[in-house]
């Protein structure tokens, strides 16, 4: 196992990573986990046997890890949605104004919903009419 900070960095901004519940399948901390563990742990060629071709063998610059390390915590802890608000007409167009009320709420309640209410969803998402 690793030693390396960046790596560690890795490891619990990923443990703190929020579940998508839209998603179960598919999870972002999934994917750059598999990432890092290229990028940082030894490859044995009893374990993999096409493992020339992966991502560990260029050579680790600690300081550009750190700065990815970075990146995820940044995302994690909204940085940047805080200190960039979207306030205003910006989150209420002319053209619709409830538009993005509405999809969160349809973002919250898709999780929970049923087979049945999806395909409903999809019907009436193919046949608007107005």
């Given at each position: 196992?690793?030693?390396s900070?960046a790596?560690?960095?890795?490891?619990?901004?990923?443990?703190?990573?929020?579940?998508?519940e839209l998603?179960?399948?598919c999870q972002?901390p999934?994917a750059v986990?598999?990432?890092v563990e290229?990028?940082f742990l030894?490859?044995?060629?009893?374990?993999?046997p096409?493992?020339?071709?992966?991502?560990?063998?260029?050579p680790?610059?600690?300081?550009?890890e750190?700065?990815?390390?970075?990146?995820?915590?940044?995302?994690?802890?909204?940085?940047?949605?805080?200190k960039?608000?979207t306030?205003?007409?910006l989150?209420?167009?002319?053209?619709?104004?409830?538009?993005?009320?509405?999809?969160?709420?349809?973002?919250?309640?898709?999780?929970?919903s049923?087979?049945?209410?999806?395909?409903?969803?999809?019907?009436?998402g193919?046949l608007?009419?107005?």
């Open positions: 196992m690793s030693r900070i790596y560690q960095h890795h490891l619990r901004a990923l443990a703190r990573w929020p579940k998508d998603r179960p399948g972002l999934d986990r598999r990432r290229q990028r030894p490859v044995s060629s009893e374990t993999a096409g493992a020339t071709q992966r991502i560990a063998a260029s680790l610059d600690e300081k550009r750190l700065e990815q390390a970075n990146a995820l915590y940044s995302l994690l802890e909204n940085r940047y949605s805080r960039y608000p306030t205003g007409s989150m209420r167009p002319q053209s619709n104004p409830n538009h993005y009320t509405n999809l969160m709420k349809e973002l919250r309640e898709a999780p929970r049923s087979w049945i209410e999806r395909t409903v969803k999809r019907w009436k193919f608007r009419f107005g």
